[in-house]
T-cell receptor, first 113, second 111 residues
Framework: DGGITQSPKYLFRKEGQNVTLSCEQNLNHDAMYWYRQDPGQGLRLIYYSQIVNDFQKGDIAEGYSVSREKKESFPLTVTSAQKNPTAFYLCASSIAGPYNEQFFGPGTRLTVL | DAKTTQPPSMDCAEGRAANLPCNHS???????VYWYRQIHSQGPQYIIH???NNETNEMASLIITEDRKSSTLILPHATLRDTAVYYC????????????FGKGTRLHILP
């Protein structure tokens, strides 16, 4: 089945540690996105990539880093510089550009202790 | 900031039509109206989008006013499974535009 997978579903880390969240898609989509969601809030864009080996900062990129070495994969690293990393992280992909339908993964809930 | 305004919550009786309003008074000519929904603790799901004309698919209908400053998402026969947060989004056809998710409308379907 085609879709987007994120792993793990729940992740716990100690404060000061970097952590990498996985996002894989087999939809052959060019564009991929990372969002952060806090309780009771909408989604905020962290980073997005429209093509392999290229990515742009979203609205809240500070404290995060990404890579796009393969079309299928867009991992997100939450660094120790992110002041409040505990949140629900969602990955999405689309055919090309944000104006097309975005397909979302199930999300990773990160808790920093 | 989101380019849309939605009521924070709404109730609808099961089996009735749910009509979710959205104001987008600053929408420009090349911007589409998109609707997504998010069931608790899941990723958002695309519902429908439109530019000028009304649209219908297997999930919902989208009614856009003639001046395009507002729209209504209609779920014709709401079920308990339709309980979710519904996001109305405007986005243009430019490749660099970013989709901005506001807080959406929390729809409660009442049995």
């Amino acid at each position: 089945d085609g879709g987007i997978t994120q792993s793990p579903k729940y992740l716990f880390r100690k404060e000061g540690q970097n952590v990498t969240l996985s996002c894989e898609q087999n939809l052959n989509h060019d564009a991929m996105y990372w969002y952060r969601q806090d309780p009771g809030q909408g989604l905020r864009l962290i980073y997005y990539s429209q093509i392999v080996n290229d990515f742009q900062k979203g609205d809240i990129a500070e404290g995060y880093s990404v890579s796009r070495e393969k079309k299928e994969s867009f991992p997100l690293t939450v660094t120790s510089a992110q002041k409040n990393p505990t949140a629900f992280y969602l990955c999405a992909s689309s055919i090309a550009g944000p104006y097309n339908e975005q397909f979302f993964g199930p999300g990773t809930r990160l808790t920093v202790l | 900031d989101a380019k849309t305004t939605q009521p924070p919550s709404m109730d609808c009786a099961e089996g009735r039509a749910a009509n979710l309003p959205c104001n987008h008074s600053t929408i420009s000519g090349n911007e589409y109206v998109y609707w997504y929904r998010q069931i608790h603790s899941q990723g958002p799901q695309y519902i429908i989008h439109g530019l000028k004309n009304n649209e219908t698919n297997e999930m919902a209908s989208l009614i856009i006013t003639e001046d395009r400053k507002s729209s209504t998402l209609i779920l014709p026969h709401a079920t308990l499974r339709d309980t979710a947060v519904y996001y109305c989004i405007v986005s243009n056809t430019g490749r660099d535009d970013k989709i901005i998710f506001g807080k959406g409308t929390r729809l409660h379907i009442l049995p």
